[in-house]
């Protein structure tokens, strides 16, 4: 009977053998391993880069709501009846601002009086006039009430049993009208720029050379004399 001989060159080549198979099954392992968490990297990277904002995203974002902020403004302003004066305008007569021209023509066709600018300011009238050189202070006032009745006349509104001036410049809808400015310029006594208020509450106007009313309208008053003096 026969036996194997055994070698030990069989076992060594076997065992090296087995070792490189495993060797090999290991860096295979890691490869995949490597490959796997690579993928995955990729994928991290990806899923972030959907998420990035770009410049143009923002500044269209910007725009819009620039125009959200101007339209809810708009909406506010117009339901206020304006940002500023809001409740102040509401109830007052209406004013039919087309018949100025011809109102200024009228009060200008004195010949003491070289110009007349009549605005209205929510619930103010201001009333702009200069006068030739040498005009007296009390001449001004005196024309500028006149201009203030002409005014009122021209407009048509209702006027109570004695009352000087119409609802317009005295009380109607439960509640005081339309305050009056005036600003009087002229190259005649040290009086000038001189400057008036009536309140709805009295027929009576008060005109003062230093009381500064309205400061834009002080400052008219000084650039009408400037260019008058030119």
């Not at 990277?45 to 902020?69: E, S």
């Not at 000038?192 to 002080?218: C, L, R, W, Y």
Request: aromatic residues 8%.
């Amino acid at each position: 009977m026969s036996q194997k001989r055994f070698s030990f060159d069989d076992d060594f080549e076997n065992t090296s053998n087995v070792s490189v198979y495993q060797g090999q099954d290991s860096l295979n392992d890691r490869s995949v391993t490597a490959n796997s968490k690579n993928g995955k990297n990729k994928m991290k990277k990806k899923k972030k880069g959907k998420f990035k904002i770009k410049k143009w995203q923002i500044a269209l974002i910007i725009f819009l709501l620039l125009i959200i902020i101007f339209i809810v403004y708009v909406f506010v302003a117009g339901s206020n009846e304006g940002p500023v004066y809001g409740d102040r305008c509401a109830s007052l007569i209406a004013i039919d601002e087309t018949k100025f021209d011809g109102i200024e023509d009228t009060i200008e066709a004195d010949g003491n009086i070289n110009s007349v600018n009549i605005e209205v300011d929510c619930r103010i009238i201001k009333i702009s006039m200069d006068f030739i050189d040498n005009t007296t202070s009390d001449t001004a006032i005196q024309l500028a009430t006149n201009a203030l009745h002409t005014l009122d006349d021209s407009l048509g509104e209702t006027k109570e049993e004695g009352s000087v001036y119409s609802n317009l410049f005295g009380t109607a809808n439960g509640r005081g009208q339309y305050n009056v400015e005036f600003v009087l310029t002229s190259n005649g006594d040290s009086n000038f720029p001189m400057f008036g208020t009536k309140h709805p509450s009295s027929d009576e106007i008060t005109f003062t050379g230093a009381n500064v009313v309205d400061q834009a309208a002080t400052d008219r008053a000084n650039s009408t004399l400037n260019q008058s003096g030119q």
